[in-house]
Nanobody, 122 residues
């Protein structure tokens, strides 16, 4: 089972930027797709972005398109989420996830990180 550890969350003012990192470990799981999701209090977990193993195929939720960028460094087993022009409504716990396929569906991810809090103040 792959283990995922996120980092990079914190408190930032609206309009600011943060970069989240997710390091994957555990050789027994063949990871194909990686994704980022978020969950705000009282709301369902929301897809943000995903990327395939090659790093060439990405997709984004409309709410973050043009502001967030997902990338991966295969040599470091790390996926990044660069978040620019942050808005108050981006406040949530952000989760990294790994899957055997490239998918945007949370139910198709096999492993999840513990989450990292992102708080955007006005």
């Amino acid at each position: 089972q792959v283990q995922l550890v996120e980092s990079g969350g914190g408190l930032v003012q609206a309009g600011g930027s943060l970069r989240l990192s997710c390091v994957a470990s555990g050789p027994s799981f063949r990871v194909s797709g990686m994704g980022w999701f978020r969950q705000a209090p009282g709301q369902a977990r929301e897809f943000i972005a995903n990327i395939d193993w090659s790093g060439r195929i990405t997709s984004y939720a409309d709410s973050v398109k043009g502001r967030f960028t997902i990338s991966r460094d295969a040599a470091k087993n790390t996926v990044y989420l660069q978040m620019n022009s942050l808005k108050v409504e981006d406040t949530a716990v952000y989760y990294c996830a790994a899957a055997r396929i490239t998918t945007t569906k949370a139910t198709e991810y096999d492993a999840w990180g513990q989450g990292t809090q992102v708080t955007v103040s006005s």
